[in-house]
């Protein structure tokens, strides 16, 4: 896709443009990168797209909030060096029309990086700060939902309006499908924030949830944050206390299809 719109602005002769584009949305990715290095990432690839980039990374839910908020900052943060440069240097490398796009061009991108529409910037500062107030799986849904509806949103003010051009709409569209997908996944993506959990040495601030015998596990999963380590005190069983690590492993060995906290006491007490 982007080689096609290469190709388009190469006809249009717009191609100087569209390579001023490119290279912001080049050190846009950069930011991300070099800040995910700095905290020791491992780092699949980097891909670029006619509208913007995406790092492709091994440690997404694996690491501490503030680590994924310093990586997404580090994008938008760009912009202000691009912005730095083009006032000292600008003069230098572009004439004076071209020099006055890249300032919108640069502008424009921060802006719509920063729309809170998942999976741009915006978007990942919001489940970022939802995921440190709620549990995970009620974070990560309620960030989908907020970026649909300023999806659909957009789509339909702009196109009452005649305010979005065909470009604008087609980005539209697939940043729709795009979340559309993430919630058919969201099931998925909560299961790997378990899976990582379990596998996890993290240390955190411990919690102590109290629970029915009769819970299932996964319903009491679903009450955990990223930022806690919990204890499950079980009402009606002298107090018992187990650890969320064997609550985990427990569930991820598939002794019963929905196991509850009293197959897993029986299970302990026949071992």
Same mark, same amino acid.
């Given at each position: 896709?982007?080689y ?5 602005a190469?006809v249009?002769?717009?191609f100087?443009q569209y390579?001023?584009i ?9 930011g991300?990168?070099?800040?995910? $290095? ?15 980039g995406?790092m ?6 694996s ?6 908020f310093l ?24 004439g004076?029309?071209l ?5 919108q ?9 920063l729309?809170?529409?998942w ?7 919001v489940?970022?700060g ?11 849904q ?8 300023f999806?659909i949103?957009?789509?339909i003010?702009?196109?009452?309006y005649m ?9 539209g569209?697939?940043?729709l499908?795009e ?5 058919? $996944?969201r099931?998925?993506i909560?299961?790997r ?14 919690q102590?949830?109290e629970v029915?015998?009769?819970?299932s596990?996964?319903h ?15 009402r ?21 299809a929905?196991?509850?906290?009293r ?6 007490e026949?071992?």
């Amino acid at each position: 896709m982007t080689y096609l719109f290469m190709i388009l602005a190469f006809v249009t002769g717009l191609f100087v443009q569209y390579l001023i584009i490119l290279s912001i949305v080049l050190i846009h990715e950069l930011g991300h990168f070099l800040m995910a $290095r700095l905290l020791g990432w491992r780092i699949e690839k980097l891909m670029l797209w006619f509208f913007g980039g995406v790092m492709v990374t091994d440690e997404h839910l694996s690491r501490p909030i503030y680590e994924e908020f310093l990586v997404v900052i580090a994008g938008p943060l760009q912009h202000v060096f691009i912005h730095i440069g083009l006032f000292y240097f600008g003069d230098l490398l572009l004439g004076e029309q071209l020099l006055t796009e890249a300032y919108q061009y640069n502008i424009w991108i921060l802006l719509f990086n920063l729309i809170p529409i998942w999976p741009l910037d915006g978007g990942k500062c919001v489940q970022l700060g939802l995921t440190s107030l709620f549990p995970f799986k009620t974070a990560y849904q309620a960030m989908l939902i907020v970026s649909l509806c300023f999806i659909i949103g957009i789509l339909i003010v702009g196109s009452l309006y005649m305010i979005l051009t065909m470009s604008g709409i087609v980005l539209g569209i697939f940043l729709l499908q795009e979340n559309i997908v993430e919630w058919k $996944r969201r099931h998925y993506i909560f299961m790997r924030f378990l899976l990582n959990r379990s596998q996890s040495k993290q240390k955190s601030r411990k919690q102590i949830v109290e629970v029915e015998p009769s819970t299932s596990l996964y319903h009491v999963f679903t009450l955990f944050k990223r930022s806690s380590h919990y204890q499950l005190k079980i009402r009606q069983w002298d107090e018992a206390v187990i650890e969320e690590n064997e609550a985990l492993a427990f569930f991820f060995k598939g002794h019963t299809a929905q196991p509850t906290i009293r197959d897993m006491i029986y299970f302990k007490e026949m071992n």
